[in-house]
Each structure stands twice: as structure tokens, then as C-alpha cells.
């Protein structure tokens, strides 16, 4: 007689905890959006003041003290530029003066004609049919709010940013309280030295790349005369940041308004082509060299990042996915039983990239350094 199958009870016990840790994990984050928000986009502007005045003091030779007031200058002005860029140069983009908002109605119905024509339509719907029943002025109250709404959150983003940088003098002292031992306190710098080399790594590709795909977007808007190119070439620059969306409406935007611009659709064809020939080039060929292990990531795991964080945070999530998915990859490989998760996570099946992997004698005579902190936590409660 086969025997019923049985279960550890103190496994599913412990499975059971960490499901229903996971599910208000999300909950929260999902509900504390507003106030967490502004607190990763800080953090993440830290990060990159942090490299930008290691890069000054180590590369540029530049004095310490200056290299910190140059760096948070140089990250908190740009922020600014881009708030102001992207609020200014939308709203400047629709109105009367550009010559464009005035003809997107009649060129829209010619579109619609010329398509139309090709399947043999005889009455193709004008744009008036096609937005008869859309609430537009709701759309403009909701654009409108959001504009607001970008304005306010990166006003609560530079508080944040002021008091990070005030509190990072005393993460040397936090680092020894928390970690006397000073083995295991090399340990937790350097897991968090490879949370930051990964999350500056990504920084500087993504930016340097974009750079590349804008410089040569921006002379192809110029050649084919799309107005606004300045605009264009900075939303180009800013939504690289975005995994796979920002590629597509890098690739999309600019020639879908050239439609409109121009009567001719060969402008748009050739920004079209264009564009997708310069996406493809930058992604396939000058991003793979570049990356190396600073971004040993799975495809498929940016994928459900991009997925899982624009769904709690909307834009902002899309943005941070892939540093926090970084983040989580070095996090989860510390811990015996979470790092088949960080390997799952990584694209080459070694979480820890060019490092390579800890010694597995040295890994099973002493438990991770978060669990060591675990059990002591349990001790003294």
C-alpha cells in the first residue's frame, strides 16, 4: 500500500510567511507610491552624484571638496533643466505659434483619406468622427494635473535629496554600530559596493549610449526640418532610460508628428528608417561591448521588472526597473536559500558577474551575512 505523501510543517510554515511577506511587501509599496516615489528618484540622484564625484576626484584629479559641490551641482541643475524641459517644451509644442496644432485636423483627415483610398474605402472617417467620443477635455484636466503633479514630486524629491546627502556623513559610523566584526563588516560593503558599481554601470551606459542615438537623431530631424527638434532629441535621451518603451517610442514619436508637419511622407519615412537603423545599430551592437557585467541582467527579468514596477509606480517605476532590478539581484544572492532567485535573475547564471562566485567551502562553513543578522535579531528578542 503506497504511503499518503507527506510535508514538512515547519517548511510550509515558513513558505507560507514568506508569500503573505511578499503580498504586503506590494501592498504597501503599492500604497505609499506618492511618498516612496520621491524617495527612489532621491536615492537614485545620490547614486549618481556619489559616481560623478568619484569620477571628478579619481579620473578628473579634482580636490575632494570640490568634487562633492561640483557633482551635486552639476545633478541637481540637470534635474531641474529636464522638470522645466519637459513641462515647457510639451506645453510649447500645442500651441497656435508652432504652425503644427492648427493642422493636425485637416492632415489627420488627409491621412485618413490617403489610407483609405488604398483599401478602396469611399467614406473614411475624419479625425472629428474618430474623437466624437472621447472626453478631451477630461484628457487636458488629467494632462494638466499631471503636469502639477510632476512639478510637486520633484519638489519632494529635492528634500529628499537634501536630506540624504546631510545623513551620508554618518553611514561610516551606522556601518561600523551595525557591524562590529570587521570581517563581516567588508562583507556588507561589499555587497553594497556591487549594488553600486551595477546601478552606476547601468547609469553610464544608458547615458552614454543615449547620447550617441540623440547626436545622430537630432541631425536627421534637422536634415528633414521636424520642428521642435530639440524637444524631440531630449525625449529621445530621457525615455532611453526606459527599458524596450523607450526604444519604441524613440523609434515612433518623431516620424509619427513628421506626418503631421510635413505634406509629403517621405520626411516621416526617412525618420522612420532612420531611426530604427540607429536603434538597432546602438542596441545590438555598441550597448552589448559596452555593458560587459555591469548589467548581467536576463532580458526576460527586465521585462517583469518594467511590468511589476511601472504597475506600483507608473513612470518612475519604468525608469528605476532595471537599477532596482540590479538591486534585488545582489540582494537576493546573499541569502543560501533566495539565491537561485539572484541566478535566475542574472543573465549568465552568476549573479555576482566578473567577481565570480564565493567560495562554496567557505559559503557552507558560515551562513550568509544577512542571515547571520537575522538570527541575532532573534536572539536578543
Known amino acids: 500500500m503506497k504511503l499518503p505523501l507527506t510535508s514538512n510543517i515547519a517548511v510550509s510554515s515558513r513558505n507560507a510567511i514568506v508569500i503573505i511577506a511578499v503580498v504586503a511587501a506590494g501592498a504597501t509599496l503599492y500604497w505609499l507610491r506618492d511618498i516612496l516615489t520621491p524617495l527612489a528618484m532621491a536615492i537614485f540622484l545620490m547614486i549618481m552624484i556619489s559616481g560623478i564625484e568619484r569620477w571628478l576626484s579619481t579620473k578628473a584629479h579634482v580636490p575632494t571638496r570640490f568634487a562633492g559641490v561640483a557633482s551635486i551641482g552639476l545633478v541637481v541643475v540637470g534635474f531641474l533643466v529636464s522638470i522645466w524641459i519637459i513641462i515647457d517644451g510639451a506645453a510649447g509644442f500645442f500651441t497656435d505659434a508652432s504652425g503644427v496644432a492648427g493642422s493636425i485636423g485637416p492632415r489627420i483627415d488627409h491621412i485618413s483619406r490617403d489610407i483609405s483610398g488604398l483599401f478602396g474605402v469611399s467614406n473614411p472617417p475624419t479625425l472629428q468622427d474618430m474623437i466624437s467620443g472621447i472626453d478631451l477635455r477630461g484628457w487636458l484636466t488629467t494632462a494638466a494635473l499631471q503636469a502639477q503633479g510632476i512639478a510637486s514630486s520633484a519638489f519632494f524629491v529635492l528634500i529628499y535629496l537634501g536630506f540624504l546627502l546631510a545623513s551620508r556623513h554618518g553611514f561610516k559610523k551606522k556601518i561600523v554600530g551595525l557591524f562590529p566584526d570587521r570581517g563581516r563588516r567588508q562583507e556588507a560593503l561589499q555587497v553594497f559596493d556591487r549594488v553600486r558599481s551595477g546601478v552606476e554601470g547601468y547609469l553610464w551606459v544608458q547615458a552614454v549610449t543615449g547620447v550617441m542615438i540623440c547626436f545622430v537623431a537630432w541631425i536627421l530631424m534637422r536634415v528633414v ?77 527586465v521585462l517583469l521588472a518594467l511590468a511589476f514596477w511601472g504597475k506600483m509606480w507608473g513612470v518612475v517605476g519604468m ?7 540590479v538591486m534585488a539581484m545582489a540582494i537576493l544572492a546573499e541569502f543560501k536559500s533566495s539565491r537561485w532567485m539572484a541566478v535566475l535573475l542574472s543573465g549568465d547564471g552568476n549573479p555576482y558577474g566578473g567577481e565570480g562566485e564565493p567560495d562554496i567551502k567557505e559559503n557552507d562553513k558560515k551562513s550568509s551575512l544577512f542571515e547571520r543578522m537575522s538570527v541575532r535579531l532573534r536572539r536578543k528578542t
Open 319 to 325: 525608469f528605476l526597473s532595471t537599477p532596482l532590478a
Open 225 to 301: 526640418g521636424l520642428q521642435n527638434a530639440e524637444f524631440w532629441t531630449f525625449v529621445i535621451f530621457v525615455v532611453g532610460f526606459i527599458p524596450i518603451l523607450g526604444g519604441a517610442i524613440a523609434g515612433l514619436a518623431p516620424p509619427l508628428f513628421a506626418l503631421v508637419q510635413f505634406e509629403s511622407y517621405w520626411p516621416a519615412l526617412t525618420l522612420l528608417v532612420g531611426l530604427q537603423v540607429l536603434l538597432f545599430v546602438v542596441g545590438n551592437v555598441v550597448q552589448p561591448r559596452m555593458q560587459g557585467d555591469n548589467q548581467n541582467i536576463d532580458p526576460i527579468a
